[in-house]
């Protein structure tokens, strides 16, 4: 590739607009990857559907691929891509958040993380190699680091020695990543290595750890560990703190988050990729999002609207369907009532992302920021 994998095209304060290239595919940042944690979104959408709202980066879990169908079987029917019938770029997270969600099933030790499986409670072992190998073997374009996510507040003392580990664990992803790169049956040899940055909620930690690890020269950087039980100005202090040690040329993406609130100030604060299971899983449930704020669209008092879920939203489902419908359906316990609702949400979010980045192309995010960010976060 002669395209320089991120080009930064500019900036308004801190707030970001790039482009990202691999082998899948460009990337217009900033940008919302939409989860589909086993190979497939929950709520029953396809890949198809996935073009259809927007969907510019899919996001899938290495540890629930790793147990079913097993990357191996992945690998041998030609890679994640494939399988799913996806052909845009997509990231893999590498299995360390969890190491951290499982607490109850773990132990961590210098050569990596021995748990059991949630499924079948069988005893499995996933270090940096491993990692790297599942990932290598499902084929993503971004492959994450193997990391500790620490549970929010950690003792220092603690939070120090898991830095100092997780470093060391992002040394050795490095060279495993390069030896599958280059090896002949290498699903996709560009898979490229993002490093996470961690610290818990101590700044001068976090900033020492992101010092660390970018002097290894790697084509990413996440900030891990947030949205893990700390208030959102903790999460947005932490970010304003590690920001200037980010290299400005380099992808920089927040995990697991968030809110549209969220998502605007954290753009606004230098971020390029995002990711949650939120938008769908509160679709699920019949909490959308709308321009105006969040409904729940379970209320009774929707039973007669024939309006569309947001009358400023185009997409597929308001052009076609009533909230009295799609509120029917949830009521009825049908599942069509989850698939409209989760694409409704993921075109939601999309589409923020598509009107920020329009935003800082004109030269008008501050603007959008001040009107969008709290109003997203009201509830109607």
Same mark, same amino acid.
């Given at each position: ?21 691999c082998?899948?595919g ?5 940008v919302f990857m ?24 899919e ?8 147990l079913r169908p097993?990357?191996k079987?992945?690998k ?6 494939k ?6 770029p ?11 969600s499982?607490a ?38 971004i ?7 620490i ?13 100092d580990?997780t470093?060391?664990?992002l ?6 990543n ?25 700044p ?8 660390r ?5 790697l084509?990413? =950087? ?7 039980g700390?208030? !959102? $100005? /903790? +999460?947005y202090d932490?970010?304003? *703190?590690v ?18 609130t ?7 604060r ?5 990711d ?16 105006e704020?969040?409904?729940n ?7 007669l ?15 076609? =369907?009533s ?8 009521? !009825? $316990? /049908? +599942?069509?009532?989850m698939?409209? *609702? ?7 979010y999309?589409?923020?992302m ?7 192309d004109?030269?008008t995010?501050?603007?959008?920021r ?10 109607i």
């Amino acid at each position: 590739m002669n395209k320089p994998i991120f080009e930064l095209k500019k900036t308004e304060g801190k707030a970001r607009r790039g482009e990202f290239t691999c082998a899948h595919g460009v990337v217009q940042t900033p940008v919302f990857m939409n989860v589909g944690t086993q190979g497939a979104i929950k709520g029953a959408l396809s890949a198809e559907d996935l073009k259809t709202i927007g969907c510019q980066v899919e996001l899938s879990n290495t540890y629930h691929l790793h147990l079913r169908p097993t990357d191996k079987v992945v690998k041998q029917l030609g890679g994640l891509h494939k399988f799913m019938t996806w052909d845009g770029p997509m990231l893999t997270d590498s299995g360390g958040f969890q190491v951290f969600s499982l607490a109850s099933l773990r132990k961590i030790k210098e050569e990596g993380v021995y748990f059991s499986s949630h499924i079948d409670g069988r005893k499995i072992f996933m270090g940096p190699e491993e990692s790297m190998q599942i990932q290598s073997n499902l084929g993503s374009d971004i492959c994450m680091a193997f990391d500790e996510c620490i549970e929010n507040p950690s003792p220092r003392e603690y939070v120090k020695k898991s830095i100092d580990r997780t470093y060391r664990w992002l040394v050795r992803c490095k060279a495993e990543n390069a030896r599958l790169n280059a090896l002949p049956d290498t699903v996709n040899p560009q898979q490229m290595l993002w490093g996470i940055n961690q610290g818990g909620t101590y700044p001068d930690l976090r900033i020492e750890h992101m010092q660390r690890i970018a002097e290894l020269d790697l084509p990413g =950087y996440a900030i891990g560990g947030l949205a893990v039980g700390e208030t !959102a $100005e /903790e +999460m947005y202090d932490i970010i304003e *703190a590690v920001e200037p040690y980010m290299p400005a040329d380099k992808t920089r993406y927040l995990m697991g988050v968030g809110t549209p609130t969220n998502i605007i100030e954290a753009v606004a604060r230098g971020v390029d990729f995002f990711d949650c299971v939120m938008p769908a899983r509160n679709a699920r449930h019949a909490r959308l999002f709308t321009w105006e704020g969040a409904i729940n669209l379970k209320n009774a008092k929707y039973m007669l609207d024939e309006s569309p879920i947001d009358p400023q939203c185009d997409c597929p489902v308001c052009r076609r =369907y009533s909230k009295a419908y799609i509120r029917h359906l949830f009521v !009825a $316990e /049908e +599942m069509l009532a989850m698939r409209l *609702a989760v694409m409704h949400n993921l075109y939601f979010y999309n589409k923020l992302m598509e009107r920020i980045r329009d935003a800082l192309d004109n030269g008008t995010f501050q603007q959008f920021r001040r009107e969008y960010s709290e109003k997203l976060a009201r509830r109607i």
